[in-house]
């Protein structure tokens, strides 16, 4: 228990130290929100008058002050741009980000763990050789190249979807998900290479152990004792990295959809970063960043409860 809140407190303290750096960042990056919103009617007496209004008159420690106040209350203020709460925008955009990360995850699960079990049974075959050729490129490409590319080749040359033709799920949820499979195989693919690699080491290791030349001394298959014994300790480090990939996924999911036009969270982002719009800014990074230390913090204790010596360890240790 005391593990427990020991990481709690270093959650809250660190997601503290993350809100005020964010919202100082975005006060002394260069650019002004009122210059921006007044554009050619800028005069010196309607930009004081919008900055009171806007509450940027105030210290900057009040107005973080403010801001934190509210963000914990879940009122995230109103965006300078769209003159719409904050929330709102989230609300709308957040769904299309989600579902992108959900697919992409998904794919990332249903591929990577079969293929890590049956290249673990194909030890230094051909297969073996030609897919860890494989992986060592997948890893090393970045999701947004492999975007560009897909929508050159797939869209644009071989016409398996029209790039920027995105149907909102609320009109036609299967054309949605149509669209989004392309930059959610884009995001998976890397991820799918570290896991499968991940996946197929450990069952490696696990089947080197003398527990398993016992089972099969007495009898037991190899197939057997790989479903009994093995996949169920070679899954401890496998399952902790897919739950720390998550935040990965979703900052990918946010990358990518500037690069299939999806109108998710990152252009929301980006369009609020050029035009100064401070509160959807600080919003999306502290979603991210609270998504972030929160998977992490649950990894952690998931790694406890699977894995009872990593909890031996460290009470031996004290």
């Known amino acids: 228990m005391?593990?427990?809140?020991?990481?709690?407190?270093?959650?809250?303290?660190?997601?503290?130290?993350?809100?005020?750096?964010?919202?100082?960042?975005?006060?002394?990056i260069p650019g002004d929100p009122v210059t921006k919103l007044l554009g050619t009617e800028y005069t010196e007496e309607m930009a004081a008058a919008l900055r009171a209004q806007l509450g940027l008159d105030a210290p900057f420690l009040l107005r973080y002050v403010r801001w934190l106040g509210g963000f914990v209350t879940g009122n995230f203020g109103t965006s300078y741009s769209y003159n719409v709460p904050v929330t709102s925008l989230l609300a709308d955009k957040l769904p299309v980000t989600g579902l992108l990360s959900a697919l992409s995850f998904l794919l990332v699960v249903c591929i990577s763990i079969p293929l890590g079990i049956w290249l673990?049974?194909?030890?230094?075959?051909?297969?073996?050789?030609?897919?860890?050729?494989?992986?060592?490129?997948?890893?090393?490409i970045p999701p947004f190249f492999l975007g560009i590319m897909m929508t050159l080749v797939l869209g644009l040359v071989l016409h398996l979807f029209t790039p920027g033709n995105y149907i909102s799920y609320t009109k036609d949820f299967g054309a949605c998900l149509s669209y989004l499979l392309f930059p959610a195989i884009a995001i998976a693919i890397p991820k799918i290479a570290m896991t499968v690699k991940l996946l197929k080491s450990s069952i490696c290791v696990e089947y080197r152990r003398d527990y398993v030349r016992t089972a099969l001394s007495r009898g037991s298959t190899r197939r057997r004792v790989l479903y009994t014994h093995v996949l169920r300790n070679a899954m401890i480090p496998v399952v902790t990295f897919l739950a720390l990939t998550i935040p990965e996924i979703v900052a990918g999911s946010i990358i990518i959809e500037q690069v299939f036009t999806v109108p998710g969270l990152g252009r929301l982002l980006v369009s609020s970063i050029l035009n100064r719009d401070f509160p959807v800014v600080c919003a999306i990074v502290m979603l991210i960043a609270a998504l972030v230390i929160l998977m992490n913090f649950l990894a952690d204790i998931l790694y406890r409860i699977i894995d009872p010596r990593i909890r031996i360890d460290q009470e031996a240790s004290k």
Not at 5 to 28: D, E, N
Request: net charge positive; proline share 0%.
């Open 120 to 140: 673990s049974a194909h030890e230094d075959s051909l297969a073996d050789r030609f897919f860890s050729m494989l992986n060592q490129i997948a890893m090393s």
């Open 2 to 28: 005391r593990y427990f809140l020991k990481k709690f407190i270093s959650l809250i303290i660190t997601l503290l130290l993350v809100s005020f750096l964010a919202f100082l960042t975005f006060q002394i």
